[in-house]
């Protein structure tokens, strides 16, 4: 069984320190503006939770206040996905690092339909769409919030609503991905009916606390503790792993890939899931975000917790 190296104390005491330190940072980043419901989320916000192999949750920040997980709901789809088709999901989508924005549509019409990965908007719509093939889409989302609440834990994990409005009546360029999509046939139900999936997925509502509890499966090869309840295969976690390591972060990827070390995903609500595969799962919040979308306290504090703990998938164990 893997053992956190560190002590619970040394630990609890890193992600305290990292937490003060980001509270006092004036260099913030950006509130996500596209999405009208997101825009007016307070940008001074920061939160870090760590639960480690033996089920403690060190945290740290506001830790218990809910926020949009956005695309960070893409890793529990590809999940979800994988575990309800397994390797034919593949046939409809990449696994190779884009270089382009989340929401780009340029690749898509010179590789057939085919989105570059699962994590991009076009991967992630595709994702939805084979998960909502034969259901009705109440089906699908419920689906969906099931396998989020079981791997957290949390049967009181909800969507908002509004969220999920907002960007129904903002979304025009999912909108023409899902079409053009659907041109390809890579999207078979009606891309209204997809599109409606996707926003909720996206608008599930969860804390630093809750993230990091439902990313345990990725942490722990695909079970919810080391040798406990099996979620999915350790095979396909350590593919979703490989996933959110390369593609995680959009064309932030390699950067946060170099600067962190270990699998992440990020949402314009400002979270970010990461994994220390057999030492941790971590979920970290700050709403305002970098040039490329991404969580610009929360990458950083990212970077300090793997630079402070040593922690990184490029380091012997
Ligand atoms: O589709 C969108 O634009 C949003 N619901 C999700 C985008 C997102 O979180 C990208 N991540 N950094």
Not at 223 to 242: D, E, F, K, T
């Given at each position: 069984m893997a053992k956190s190296v560190l002590s619970t104390s040394a630990l609890r005491t890193i992600v305290t320190e990292i937490a003060a330190e980001m509270a006092a940072s004036e260099d913030r980043g950006n509130v996500a503006a596209y999405i009208p419901e997101l825009a007016?989320?307070?940008?001074?916000r920061f939160a870090l939770a760590i639960v480690t192999p033996e089920g403690e949750v060190i945290a740290a920040g506001d830790a218990d206040m809910p926020f949009s997980i956005q695309s960070v709901s893409k890793a529990f789809t590809l999940a979800v996905a994988l575990g309800q088709?397994?390797?034919?999901l593949w046939t409809r989508v990449?696994?190779?690092?884009?270089?382009?924005?989340?929401?780009?549509?340029?690749?898509l019409e010179h590789e057939q339909?085919?989105?570059?990965?699962?994590?991009?908007n076009a991967g992630a719509i595709a994702v939805t769409d084979a998960i909502l093939s034969g259901y009705e889409p109440r089906e699908a989302i419920a689906h969906i919030l099931e396998f989020i609440r079981y791997t957290a834990g949390d049967d009181e994990i909800l969507i908002d609503e509004n969220v999920a409005r907002s960007e129904e009546a903002t979304g025009f360029r999912n909108a023409a991905l899902a079409n053009f999509m659907r041109d390809f046939g890579n999207?078979?139900?009606?891309p209204a009916m997809t599109l409606g999936v996707y926003y909720h997925q996206c608008a599930v509502v969860m804390s630093a606390r809750q993230l990091a509890m439902a990313g345990r499966f990725l942490a722990f090869d695909g079970c919810?503790?080391?040798?406990?309840?099996?979620?999915?295969?350790g095979r396909m976690a350590r593919q979703i792993n490989a996933l959110m390591l390369?593609?995680?972060?959009?064309?932030g990827s390699g950067e946060f890939a170099f600067r962190v070390g270990l699998p992440g995903k990020s949402g314009v609500g400002g979270g970010i899931l990461a994994v220390a595969p057999g030492r941790a799962s971590i979920g970290c919040w700050s709403p305002g975000l970098n040039a490329v979308g991404n969580s610009k306290l929360a990458s950083l504090a990212l970077e300090m917790l793997a630079d402070r703990t040593g922690w990184s998938v490029f380091a012997p164990h």
């Amino acid at each position: 069984m893997a053992k956190s190296v560190l002590s619970t104390s040394a630990l609890r005491t890193i992600v305290t320190e990292i937490a003060a330190e980001m509270a006092a940072s004036e260099d913030r980043g950006n509130v996500a503006a596209y999405i009208p419901e997101l825009a007016c989320i307070d940008p001074h916000r920061f939160a870090l939770a760590i639960v480690t192999p033996e089920g403690e949750v060190i945290a740290a920040g506001d830790a218990d206040m809910p926020f949009s997980i956005q695309s960070v709901s893409k890793a529990f789809t590809l999940a979800v996905a994988l575990g309800q088709m397994g390797e034919a999901l593949w046939t409809r989508v990449g696994r190779e690092p884009s270089g382009d924005p989340f929401n780009s549509i340029v690749q898509l019409e010179h590789e057939q339909g085919i989105p570059r990965n699962p994590f991009i908007n076009a991967g992630a719509i595709a994702v939805t769409d084979a998960i909502l093939s034969g259901y009705e889409p109440r089906e699908a989302i419920a689906h969906i919030l099931e396998f989020i609440r079981y791997t957290a834990g949390d049967d009181e994990i909800l969507i908002d609503e509004n969220v999920a409005r907002s960007e129904e009546a903002t979304g025009f360029r999912n909108a023409a991905l899902a079409n053009f999509m659907r041109d390809f046939g890579n999207v078979t139900c009606e891309p209204a009916m997809t599109l409606g999936v996707y926003y909720h997925q996206c608008a599930v509502v969860m804390s630093a606390r809750q993230l990091a509890m439902a990313g345990r499966f990725l942490a722990f090869d695909g079970c919810l503790r080391p040798g406990g309840s099996r979620v999915i295969s350790g095979r396909m976690a350590r593919q979703i792993n490989a996933l959110m390591l390369t593609c995680g972060h959009y064309d932030g990827s390699g950067e946060f890939a170099f600067r962190v070390g270990l699998p992440g995903k990020s949402g314009v609500g400002g979270g970010i899931l990461a994994v220390a595969p057999g030492r941790a799962s971590i979920g970290c919040w700050s709403p305002g975000l970098n040039a490329v979308g991404n969580s610009k306290l929360a990458s950083l504090a990212l970077e300090m917790l793997a630079d402070r703990t040593g922690w990184s998938v490029f380091a012997p164990h």
